[in-house]
């Protein structure tokens, strides 16, 4: 019998198993099987990778290299992160079910966001400014904001690694990487990247767990000083509760009920095309599904029938087969989460065009599914979901479509299709979310900034201003009188 893979915490430079023994299994969505373990982290060793991270935040080694150093250490990362992209790509699939022909794209990729931060990594500047004040040198400059507990998910995880280590390690600071303890593998094995590309040790940890031993005393812990956190609304406000202990500036980029508008003067192919990869991309896993397609009712029968078609030849099967197009949800509690949605939303209404059940396969598999909802009370347009399903509903007018879209507690993605350039301004602008593609959907760039309004987050991650979220700026005054200071009870 083949041994299973065993995936140990990566802690001040080492590889360890957890302090208490714990270990936890993890399995292989596309089959329902056990295929690797992995080390969990005891409150004990997430002080210690804090510990190791605030040293090296003051060690020399760290502290002293110069940013154009940090920025060749982050060159390194990204060179190694392409060289590895496959393994890492078949590892996270295996983990997660994701689609190889994604997981290693997508690892790929991530290697263009470390590079960018390298490169903005010598270019964090301060300013010398205009003083109003005789014989006054004055000037700013930005330091690290200190040691950042960086949370990911398991559904997109080097990428949304990367818009979080990127910039903290531009910037100096040091990083404890807290993976999701469903499917943490890829991270773990991207700590070997790390390590190989010549970070000091404890500059970054890699660690994994529960919620009451690895997250809470991580959020917590009084030598946090910054958290970037991506997850869901629920777990957001335990960790926005935590930060009150250490007063850590706190980011979070949370889910979304994301829409997608289309109106009658789109390109209905492209409109259906931007439907289907918003919402059966990455089989529905992804913060910005378009899972609300708003779409005007003179063309709805038209796309939907577009989007039939489309699907009819879609390819369901093996996540590590480069000809499936679909693959399997990460976890069975997703479905059983669709299924409980889907009877509801049925039970007020919505009509089922396709799909609607889960596959009669080993696995976690669920058949795409297409629902025609007759309001927006139905609940598939209320809950993330997060599998592949979506939901059309019809409307009249302009001001009704952005209405629609602004019905939520979220706002996160959205899309426009439309040919009126005009059009596309006005109601680009009048979204309530942080990102909106007009024609096209799911874009991404080391260059553009993502993140969301209202219960869908704050803060930004990616892009120029990112890295300024991850330093603190210093105002320095400097006398250059030639004068000593003047007595201070001496009122002149």
Not at 318 to 347: F, N, W, Y
Not at 406 to 433: C, I, Y
Not at 452 to 481: L, P, V
């Amino acid at each position: 019998m083949d041994r299973k893979p065993h995936y140990q915490l990566f802690i001040d430079g080492a590889w360890t198993e957890g302090s208490e023994g714990q270990v936890m299994a993890s399995q292989n969505p596309a089959n329902g099987r056990d295929w690797a373990t992995f080390a969990c982290a005891s409150r004990a060793d997430v002080a210690r990778a804090i510990k190791s991270a605030r040293r090296a935040l003051n060690d020399p080694a760290w502290r002293d290299m110069t940013q154009t150093q940090r920025g060749k250490l982050l060159y390194r990362l990204a060179e190694l992160i392409e060289e590895n992209a496959a393994e890492i790509g078949r590892i996270e699939t295996t983990d997660s079910g994701k689609l190889l022909a994604e997981t290693a794209s997508q690892s790929a990729y991530v290697g263009d966001y470390y590079r960018y931060y390298a490169g903005l990594a010598d270019k964090i500047e301060g300013a010398v400014l205009p003083i109003d004040k005789p014989d006054m040198h004055v000037f700013t400059r930005r330091e690290p904001i200190g040691v950042v507990a960086a949370i990911v998910p398991w559904n997109a995880q080097m990428f949304l690694t990367a818009t979080k280590l990127g910039p903290a390690l531009a910037a100096g600071c040091s990083v404890v990487l807290k993976a999701s303890e469903i499917a943490p593998a890829p991270m773990l094995e991207f700590a070997r990247l790390i390590e190989q590309a010549g970070f000091p040790a404890g500059v970054v940890s890699v660690i994994t767990g529960d919620a009451e031993n690895c997250a809470i005393p991580l959020t917590r812990h009084p030598d946090i000083d910054r958290i970037a956190f991506t997850g869901g609304p629920e777990t957001a406000r335990h960790v926005v509760r935590n930060s009150a202990e250490n007063f850590a500036v706190t980011t979070l980029e949370l889910g979304g009920k994301s829409p997608i508008l289309v109106f009658e003067d789109a390109d209905l192919d492209g409109a259906a095309n931007g439907l289907i990869a918003g919402n059966f991309g990455a089989s529905g896993q992804s913060c910005v599904a378009g899972t609300r397609g708003l779409v005007h009712r003179s063309v709805l029968e038209v796309v939907a029938a577009k989007i039939k078609e489309k699907m009819e030849g879609v390819v369901i099967g093996d996540p590590l087969d480069v000809t499936t197009q679909i693959g399997p949800l990460c976890t069975a509690e997703q479905i059983r989460k669709i299924e409980a949605t889907l009877a509801a939303a049925v039970s007020s209404g919505a009509t089922i065009r396709f799909g609607g059940a889960p596959l009669e396969r080993p696995g976690n598999y669920m058949a795409p599914t297409l629902v025609e909802c007759a309001d927006t009370n139905a609940e598939t347009l209320k809950i993330e979901m997060f599998g592949p399903v979506m939901s059309l509903l019809p409307f009249d007018t302009e001001e009704e479509a952005i209405a629609i879209a602004n019905s939520t507690p979220f706002g996160l993605g959205s899309g426009v299709f439309t040919e009126n350039v005009a059009r596309a301004h006005r109601v680009s602008a009048r979204l309530k979310a942080g990102i909106c593609w007009v024609n096209t959907y799911r874009a991404v760039s080391p260059m553009a900034p993502f993140g969301g309004f209202d219960q869908s987050g704050y803060g930004r991650e990616a892009g120029i201003e990112a890295i300024h979220d991850y330093t603190r700026s210093k105002t320095t005054w400097i006398s250059t009188s030639e004068t000593p200071m003047a007595n201070p009870f001496v009122m002149r």
